[in-house]
Nanobody, 121 residues
């Protein structure tokens, strides 16, 4: 059973920093990519940042230059460092991963449960 476990998040003042991490566990044959999406009330889920197992990142336009994503391929953990936080960054942040489970050997998408990030102005 493959699962994603998120940690971090919470309440921070505008201009502050916060870190998120997400660990993939279970019977995993391969790792394709990991990253973060977010969803604010009334909005669609949007890309925050994603990174391939080769370490190539992609950032959403609204976080470019403020957030940094990194990955530990061995431990299968993805990190998101968020600096210069703004009130509009307030959302539930979801970890996402493209993993190949050991049983099927077919890559598929996995999602975490979500963690709340609240930025007070």
């Amino acid at each position: 059973q493959v699962q994603l476990v998120e940690s971090g998040g919470g309440l921070v003042q505008a201009g502050g920093s916060l870190g998120l991490s997400c660990a993939a566990s279970g019977s995993i044959f391969g790792l394709g990519a990991m990253g973060w999406y977010r969803q604010a009330p009334g909005n669609q889920r949007e890309l925050v940042a994603h990174i391939s197992s080769a370490g190539i990142p992609v950032y959403g336009d609204s976080v470019q230059g403020r957030f940094t994503i990194s990955i530990d391929n061995v431990q299968k953990i993805v990190y998101l460092q968020m600096n210069g936080l703004k009130s509009e960054d307030t959302a539930v942040y979801y970890c996402h991963a493209v993993l190949t489970p050991l049983d099927s050997k077919i890559p598929r998408n996995y999602w975490g449960q979500g963690t709340q990030v609240t930025v007070s102005s």
